[in-house]
């Protein structure tokens, strides 16, 4: 199914994340791998090396799966999804503090929260009520 929910998601998720991924690099000159604050892309979200990277490599598995298929698609977004909510609750209580190694900030943890909510609900809860067509005789 071409215009699956799950792989337009994926798709689109992935190269905003990769796109994230890249120009985060942008503000990050002169800021520690794993530093507890970082530089602000789009002059809100903090983002550190780790964080670039993190983003690179989330992106890359959204859009590579996708591209391959709704049952990838479904599966990577729901990965996904539950990540980003157990980082958006969690960052709250990461700032301020020695593991904050990805530099979160608040606008950060609203954002991963959004994603984990939209791909969530699409992950979870598109094409669940799909099924094989059978002939009628």
């Known amino acids: 199914m071409r215009t699956s929910p799950n792989r337009l998601a994926g798709t689109i998720f ?5 796109l994230v991924g890249l120009l985060g ?13 970082g530089g602000l892309l789009l002059g809100i979200f903090a983002v550190n090396p780790l964080h670039n990277i993190a983003h690179l490599l989330i992106g890359a598995a959204l ?3 996708g591209i391959a ?16 909510l157990l980082l958006g609750i969690a960052g709250f209580f990461l700032v301020g503090t020695p593991a ?6 608040v606008p950060d943890h609203f954002l991963h ?4 909510i939209v791909l969530l609900a699409i992950g979870l809860g598109a094409e669940r009520a799909e ?3 059978r002939a009628v005789a």
């Open 113 to 116: 929260l959004g994603s984990a």
């Open 14 to 18: 992935g190269a905003v994340y990769v």
């Open 63 to 65: 859009l590579i799966a």
């Open 25 to 37: 690099f942008a503000v990050t000159s002169g800021v520690g791998f794993v530093a507890t604050e």
């Open 100 to 105: 904050n190694i990805l530099a979160l900030n």
């Open 131 to 133: 099924q094989p067509r």
């Open 69 to 84: 298929g709704v049952r990838p698609a479904k599966a990577v977004n729901t990965t996904v999804g539950a990540a980003y």
